[in-house]
């Protein structure tokens, strides 16, 4: 069987807006940045970092001063859309010689790159006493799980900028309205929950089902883990699909009825933003969705449920209680024209403080180092459902974010489309549950065998 490469667990996420081009001011021209027993100077320097936009780098632009100050060196970044990332990175990592230093690593598209070999081994400047700060990158700071999943073979291609995990958003208020306690415990009691709350004004519950990538994709596979099922029959062992057995049907079956019975008008084609918006809107009792978008919403320059939503694990299934889950990361390409300036910005971008500020002046929550999220002054500002957002998520990270929910291959995008258009005409109505899992197992098959792993 052909080598595949893994990752320990966790990663997720997250996607959006629009591709803008940012480039921070200079204050000040320090001479160096302070290495070890040397100083390596970047005064004049350019680092130019492409990034997929996300809340946590939207603003940035507001902080990259800072950076600038210290290193002397400009910095550049461009922000590209989710859809159009992965092509704009795959064009610029296939250069002999690159135009960036720094590239945001999707985990969807993490191992694919580190396979084709496009990527400087962190190690290399991480060990460099004349480079490295350690007090600064804080290794130990990281979420565990989220800084092993972007190490393969012993070896740290990327430090890792995000992680998501699905938790359980929900109006108190529409469960009090309707005489219910305690939010769903179940997959089975959401539904139970869903189909009593939901009316023309207010849908019961809203899911992402769009083909794409980073939609059903990401919330069917999840539904079908809880239930004791999987994409294959034993990752990494036995990479022979499994979607044509019971489990995945049923699983299927009970997704496509939760979200065409009670879902909004359009949810059947949705991504993560529509699901937003609705729920921003006042016009969703239940949305289980990543941590990462719980800033948004709950932006209070936007949501009319500010005060009226609570949080919970993601519901358990027949087997066991899963929270899709995902790591995005930073990297220094290696055509690279400016690799240790790359670095310093990532080690930089990451630190505690950095990542402290962007959390607190720009409304982003879902800190990569979960030390910080127990500092006071961020409890205080992200005091949403009295506190008990922190307290889920804190949770959900400990016993319930899993990774590996779904195979990570460097053949998963390939995957994720077909299992994305299966469930798009199963969604839809335009084909039988058995027959479009039946073809879509065919088809993943192929994949895998063209791929060597039998």
Same mark, same amino acid.
Request: aromatic content about 10%; proline content about 5%.
């Given at each position: ?299 209070? *320059? %936007?949501?009319?449920?500010? =005060?009226?939503?609570?949080?919970? +694990? $993601?519901?358990?299934?027949? !087997? @066991?209680?899963?929270? #899709? ?54 409890? *205080? %500002?992200?005091?949403?459902? =009295?506190?008990?957002?922190?307290? +889920? $998520?804190?949770?959900?990270? !400990? @016993?319930?974010?899993? #990774? ?18 299966a469930m798009s005409s199963i969604l839809t109505g335009q084909a039988e549950v058995e027959k479009a899992l039946g073809q879509a197992n ?13």
């Amino acid at each position: 069987m052909k080598k595949i490469l893994t990752i320990c667990t966790t990663m997720v996420l997250a996607f959006l807006i629009v591709g803008a081009a940012w480039s921070g001011g200079q204050e000040e021209q320090p001479a160096t940045q302070a290495g070890g027993d040397m100083e390596i100077s970047f005064e004049g320097k350019t680092v130019d970092v492409l990034l997929m936009a996300s809340p946590i780098v939207q603003k940035f632009e507001n902080l990259v001063s800072d950076f600038e100050v210290k290193t002397g060196a400009k910095v550049n970044i461009l922000l590209i859309t989710p859809a159009n990332y992965d092509q704009k990175a795959d064009m610029e990592l296939v250069s002999p010689k690159g135009a960036y230093d720094v590239l945001w690593l999707p985990w969807r598209t993490f191992h694919r790159w580190i396979k084709a070999d496009w990527f400087a081994p962190m190690d290399q400047f991480m060990n460099n006493k004349n480079l490295a700060d350690p007090a600064l990158l804080d290794v130990d700071g990281f979420a565990p799980l989220a800084y092993q999943s972007v190490n393969v073979d012993g070896v740290q291609y990327a430090l890792p900028i995000m992680q998501g995990a699905t938790i359980l958003h929900y109006r108190i208020d529409i469960l009090e309205q309707h005489g219910l306690g305690a939010p769903p415990d179940t997959w089975t009691e959401l539904e139970e929950m869903a189909k009593k709350v939901h009316s023309s004004e207010i849908a019961g519950v809203g899911m992402r089902c769009a083909k794409k990538s980073g939609q059903v994709g990401l919330h069917y596979p999840m539904v079908l883990a809880a239930n004791g099922g999987s994409i294959v029959k034993d990752y990494p062992n036995d990479m022979h699909p499994s979607l044509d057995e019971p489990v995945a049907i049923e699983s299927a079956k009970y997704f496509a009825r939760l979200m065409q019975n009670y879902g909004f008008q359009g949810v059947l084609t949705s991504a993560w933003q529509e699901n937003v918006v609705q729920f921003q809107q006042g016009k969703l009792a239940f949305y289980p969705d990543a941590n990462v978008l719980t800033g948004q919403i709950l932006d209070p *320059e %936007k949501s009319t449920v500010v =005060d009226k939503t609570d949080f919970a +694990v $993601v519901p358990r299934g027949s !087997a @066991k209680r899963v929270a #899709a889950s995902g790591v995005h990361s930073l990297g220094v390409p290696k055509n690279s024209p400016e690799k240790e300036l790359g670095y310093k910005f990532i080690e930089w971008a990451l630190s505690d403080e950095v990542q402290f500020d962007n959390a607190m002046k720009h409304d982003y929550p879902a800190l990569i180092r979960p030390e910080l999220m127990m500092r006071k002054d961020f409890l *205080e %500002k992200y005091d949403w459902g =009295d506190g008990n957002y922190v307290k +889920v $998520v804190s949770e959900t990270f !400990a @016993k319930y974010a899993d #990774a590996l929910y779904r195979p990570h291959t460097p053949e998963w995008r390939q995957i994720e489309e077909i299992i994305g258009i299966a469930m798009s005409s199963i969604l839809t109505g335009q084909a039988e549950v058995e027959k479009a899992l039946g073809q879509a197992n065919e088809e993943v098959f192929k994949v895998f065998q063209e791929a060597g792993y039998y």
